[in-house]
């Protein structure tokens, strides 16, 4: 009997994708070397014609980008460039990636993965000029409202890469309007879903996926051209890519990505070497969610924080390995993390720290090992949990990684790569909904200026960089004047808040406050902005004794007298503070609410009415700062960034105004004075750390802690392999040791 031939597959070299992705992984695992390339022919042999290739397909990644922003409609993403573009090997591995949202480049290759071990290959089937769509979280991604539309490359009809776009969206259809509601509890109301579904077919979307979004959104338009906007990025670099493989050879381009790729994971374990030492870093993390009191299933109506430790190895062959033992519990709220998630967090703090020559790809990861514990927060065994804001502890966690690698370059010597780190942990601007200015009584949208917003972390060698965010490296608030196209508001100001950086011998950046007019419409109700909620605790210390930076909050003034004062041509608010009294509260007549993020509605706003952010990122100081710098504290005092009160208590640096020089002089003897009189103070209270640590041990075997703490340690007590032994015995505890809660 004849013996059916087997069926050729789409892959390169007639290889099925899956075929293609078992036999990468096996090669790496028995030689160490990605695709075994122990020997690198092609750089050996002309290193200059593979920088070459290496360039080209970086530009038609960037243009990509670019293409993008200037065909979508939305100021999230013309504006502040929320979105980006990389290539991919056939397997789902990173070649290239552009600027923009770093934190996605490697969950965009899980998805890939994820398809070809579900056999679209065979079961969707996969054509030149199809397009797929996915924003489901149980698969991969960082949360519900950043959209990845990835189309293949074919040559010679073999599949040879992938192209990948991914776009935040303002509007998800969601229970609540926006994109990120904090009221999601599962996945059955945190928004519209793509399961790494087919959405284009011959380069044009399919009608079902058209109408799918406009039934299931609340602003659809804007949600649409995005994805044209995606499909014309994919389309524009797939056929630069094909130019690519036309002058360099198909042959040529497969084995160059690979060693593109084996280079970089070589390079990055030699940066480590040369730039850090080895040993162990610890910080612990929490994340809190506060639901007691909202309008949730009342099964979900539960306070907890959770514990969440960074474990950071760094190994003597220059390998990363970040261990998560001891986390506690997923719950039933929107933080929830999930291993590539993490992934994309670890991804986005190297690109930005150690690897920022523009070649990071899949071989930087490589040399990064986690261990992230089944059945915990960071690695939940449901997949009906709400994943609406699930980038909050990622963005809130992983700067923690950023300052315990600059606690390595510190002990190297490489104190201009050491910076105290930055967290989006409450970066203000809300949601909206309601009517428009344009009479449009769906409208739903997030305000998501506070992208290019906020203030970085201090450095060891200089202050902190402002209008920085830690997941968007070429960060951009976008203009007013296009902003007011989308939100039923009026910009009354924007302007740096005094006194909002985090002080140190170097400070964290000072971030951006913004105050908007509500401008023709009968009704907006506004929500909590979409990053994690009330935060008792700070996730950013500082280094070296520099001081957290402030939260951030919103204000909204209703009933006001705006109107009258505009008329009689009399000052309005627009952001500005005299002695710590915002002019919102000075100019205008109303009636005060002050939220800070607790996940509840703040009200219903009308023409007139007005709204302030504060979009801080809790930035971070390094060093102490009673060792800052005179002159400088002088150029925040002469701008007005920094209070006098302030600057004496924080720097102990006393300084009059010259009203004639119109500048701020310092007295120096006096600040001498104040300095040496805050180190005897600082002596009067100190304690051997026998004593403190005597103290301590009494307070926890007391269980002198609020009742959430002591649940937050039960939980990862339980929970955890190696870190519950660490923790009792470096506290002396009985074994097995919990908590008794109240």
């Given at each position: 009997m004849k013996q059916k031939a087997a069926k050729k597959g789409i892959g390169y070299g007639g290889?099925?994708?899956?075929q293609m992705l078992v036999e990468r992984e096996r090669i790496y695992q028995e030689t160490g070397f990605y695709y075994g390339l122990e020997d690198l022919p092609l750089q050996t042999e002309d290193p200059f014609r593979l920088e070459l290739l290496h360039e080209r397909l970086l530009a038609a990644a960037l243009a990509g980008?670019?293409?993008?922003?200037?065909?979508?409609?939305?100021?999230?993403?013309?504006?502040?460039?929320?979105?980006?573009?990389?290539?991919y090997t056939p397997e789902g591995d990173c070649i290239v990636q552009s600027?923009?949202?770093?934190?996605?480049?490697?969950?965009?290759?899980?998805?890939?993965?994820?398809?070809?071990?579900?056999?679209?290959?065979?079961?969707?089937?996969?054509?030149?000029g199809d397009c797929f769509t996915s924003n489901d979280v149980a698969?991969?991604?960082?949360?519900?409202?950043?959209?990845?539309?990835?189309?293949?490359?074919?040559?010679?009809?073999?599949?040879?890469?992938?192209?990948?776009?991914?776009?935040?969206?303002?509007?998800?259809?969601?229970?609540?309007?926006?994109?990120?509601?904090?009221?999601?509890?599962?996945?059955?109301?945190?928004?519209?879903?793509?399961?790494?579904?087919?959405?284009?077919?011959?380069?044009?979307?399919?009608?079902?996926?058209?109408?799918?979004?406009?039934?299931?959104?609340?602003?659809?338009?804007?949600?649409?051209?995005?994805?044209?906007?995606?499909?014309?990025?994919?389309?524009?670099?797939?056929?630069?890519?094909?130019?690519?493989?036309?002058?360099?050879?198909?042959?040529?381009?497969?084995?160059?990505?690979?060693?593109?790729?084996?280079?970089?994971?070589r390079t990055q374990l030699e940066r480590v070497k040369r730039r850090t030492v080895p040993g162990k870093f610890h910080s612990p993390s929490t994340i809190e969610v506060y639901l007691a009191n909202s309008p949730v299933p009342p099964h979900?109506?539960?306070?907890?924080?959770?514990?969440?430790?960074?474990?950071?190895?760094?190994?003597?062959?220059?390998?990363?390995?970040?261990?998560?033992?001891?986390?506690?519990?997923?719950?039933?709220?929107?933080?929830?993390?999930?291993?590539?998630?993490?992934?994309?967090?670890?991804?986005?703090?190297?690109?930005?720290?150690?690897?920022?020559?523009?070649?990071?790809?899949?071989?930087?990861?490589?040399?990064?090992?986690?261990?992230?514990?089944?059945?915990?927060?960071?690695n939940p065994s449901s997949a009906h949990l709400a994943y609406c804001n699930q980038f909050a502890w990622p963005l809130k966690g992983g700067p923690k990684l950023m300052v315990q690698q600059s606690h390595a370059f510190f002990c190297r010597g490489y104190v201009e790569e050491v910076r105290a780190g930055n967290t989006m942990l409450c970066a203000g601007g809300g949601c909206f909904c309601g009517q428009d200015h344009l009479g449009n009584t769906e409208y739903s949208f997030l305000a998501t200026e506070a992208a290019g917003a906020m203030g970085g972390g201090a450095f060891a060698i200089r202050d902190g960089v402002i209008s920085e965010a830690i997941f968007q490296p070429d960060a951009d608030m976008g203009n007013v004047e296009i902003w007011e196209l989308m939100l039923p508001m009026l910009w009354l100001g924007r302007r740096l808040m005094p006194d909002s950086c985090g002080y140190g011998r170097y400070r964290g950046a000072y971030s951006l406050i913004s105050t908007w007019l509500i401008y023709q419409t009968p009704m907006l109700a506004l929500t909590t902005g979409p990053s994690a909620q009330t935060a008792k605790i700070y996730p950013n210390m500082g280094m070296f004794g520099g001081y957290a930076g402030p939260n951030s909050f919103e204000k909204v003034l209703t009933n006001t007298n705006s109107k009258?004062?505009?008329?009689?041509?009399?000052?309005?608010?627009?952001?500005?503070?005299?002695?710590?009294?915002?002019?919102?509260?000075?100019?205008?007549?109303?009636?005060?609410?002050v939220e800070t993020r607790n996940g509840q509605w703040l009200c219903i706003a009308?023409?007139?009415?007005?709204?302030?952010?504060?979009?801080?990122?809790?930035?971070?100081?390094?060093?102490?700062?009673?060792?800052?710098?005179?002159?400088?504290?002088?150029?925040?005092?002469?701008?007005?960034?920094?209070?006098?009160?302030?600057?004496?208590?924080?720097?102990?640096?006393?300084?009059?105004?010259d009203e004639k020089a119109e500048?701020?002089?310092?007295?120096?003897?006096?600040?001498?004075?104040?300095?040496?009189?805050?180190?005897?103070?600082?002596?009067?209270?100190?304690?051997?750390?026998?004593?403190?640590?005597?103290?301590?041990?009494?307070?926890?075997?007391?269980?002198?802690?609020?009742?959430?703490?002591?649940?937050?340690?039960?939980?990862?007590?339980?929970?955890?392999?190696?870190?519950?032994?660490?923790?009792?015995?470096?506290?002396?505890?009985?074994?097995?040791?919990?908590?008794?809660?109240?």
């Open positions: 290889k099925s994708l899956k980008r670019e293409t993008t922003r200037m065909v979508s409609a939305s100021p999230q993403v013309r504006e502040t460039a929320e979105l980006a573009v990389v290539l600027t923009g949202l770093l934190i996605h480049i490697p969950i965009i290759g899980h998805v890939l993965r994820w398809m070809i071990g579900q056999d679209y290959e065979e079961e969707e089937g996969i054509n030149d698969i991969a991604g960082m949360h519900t409202a950043d959209v990845y539309d990835i189309q293949p490359i074919f040559w010679g009809g073999e599949l040879i890469g992938w192209v990948g776009t991914v776009i935040m969206e303002a509007e998800v259809g969601a229970l609540l309007p926006g994109c990120m509601p904090c009221d999601a509890t599962d996945r059955f109301v945190d928004g519209i879903k793509f399961t790494a579904e087919k959405s284009a077919v011959n380069d044009n979307h399919l009608r079902s996926f058209e109408r799918k979004i406009r039934l299931d959104t609340r602003m659809p338009d804007v949600f649409l051209l995005d994805r044209k906007g995606a499909l014309a990025a994919d389309i524009a670099v797939r056929q630069e890519m094909k130019k690519i493989v036309e002058e360099f050879g198909v042959d040529y381009y497969m084995k160059a990505i690979r060693e593109l790729i084996e280079i970089e994971r979900h109506r539960v306070d907890r924080i959770t514990l969440v430790p960074w474990d950071f190895h760094i190994k003597p062959d220059g390998s990363y390995s970040i261990d998560f033992d001891g986390t506690g519990d997923w719950g039933w709220h929107i933080h929830n993390c999930t291993p590539s998630a993490l992934e994309g967090a670890v991804s986005m703090i190297l690109t930005q720290t150690i690897s920022t020559t523009g070649k990071a790809n899949h071989g930087t990861m490589l040399t990064v090992d986690m261990n992230v514990p089944y059945d915990t927060f960071v009258q004062l505009i008329m009689e041509g009399k000052p309005l608010a627009h952001g500005s503070y005299d002695d710590g009294v915002n002019d919102l509260e000075q100019n205008i007549e109303g009636d005060l609410l009308e023409d007139g009415d007005i709204v302030q952010s504060f979009y801080g990122g809790t930035t971070a100081g390094f060093g102490d700062p009673i060792k800052r710098d005179p002159t400088l504290a002088k150029k925040d005092l002469d701008n007005q960034l920094l209070s006098i009160k302030r600057c004496r208590n924080m720097h102990c640096i006393e300084a009059k105004y500048e701020w002089v310092i007295d120096e003897k006096r600040t001498a004075e104040m300095r040496e009189e805050r180190r005897k103070e600082r002596l009067a209270k100190a304690i051997p750390t026998q004593e403190w640590w005597q103290q301590r041990r009494e307070e926890l075997l007391e269980g002198k802690m609020p009742h959430l703490i002591k649940k937050m340690y039960n939980e990862s007590l339980t929970k955890g392999e190696r870190w519950p032994g660490e923790f009792r015995e470096f506290w002396c505890l009985p074994d097995r040791f919990t908590f008794e809660e109240d």
